[in-house]
């Protein structure tokens, strides 16, 4: 997401990275994240398919819209939702609600510490873990656009 001031949310990642003891994939992306010097243990990526990365990753810290969270869902991984608007501050409380996630980081109240918490709270919770693994292999395992198909074929048809 924009942010009007990308350093300090860089600085405070970069610090709950290091406060939790974890290694990191910065994504620039649109918020012109990572324009600081940053450790050998994190790596500053401008753009990537989030569907190949996040089956990589042990966990994602993300905006909560709503194609990033599906991304997360489908691979199997528990996220961290740090929501800015609109339905971000839904998904997260779905991912919440589903035991994929710890209840979201607010943004107004981000802080390195609250986000270290939250990394650390996902990746020592195997409960987390099971249950975002088994909801990305239902989720792989669906057929959504042949059930799309049987939906819209069921809808129109007369009967």
Not at 31 to 48: A, C, Q
Not at 67 to 82: C, E, F, K, M, N
Not at 100 to 116: F, M, N, Q, T
Request: net charge positive; glycine share 10%.
């Amino acid at each position: 997401m924009v942010n009007r001031n990308p350093d300090e949310i860089t600085e405070k990642v970069l610090k709950a990275l290091a406060l939790s003891r974890q290694r990191g994939v910065l994504h620039t992306g649109w918020g012109d994240l990572g324009n600081s010097d940053l450790p050998d243990d994190v790596f500053r990526i401008d753009s990537v398919p989030f569907d190949w990365l996040f089956p990589k990753m042990s966990m994602v810290v993300h905006h909560g819209g709503a194609g990033t969270t599906a991304t997360g869902l489908r691979a199997g991984i528990p996220s961290v939702i740090v929501p800015f608007f609109a339905d971000q501050h839904f998904w997260a409380w779905r991912v919440q609600q589903l035991g994929i996630g710890p209840k979201a980081v607010s943004r107004k109240k981000l802080s390195a510490e609250r986000l270290a918490n939250a990394i650390n709270e996902t990746l020592g919770n195997k409960e987390m873990k099971r249950r975002a693994t088994a909801l990305g292999q239902a989720i792989r395992s669906e057929d959504g656009v042949g059930q799309a198909v049987r939906d819209i074929h069921d809808h129109f048809s007369m009967r």
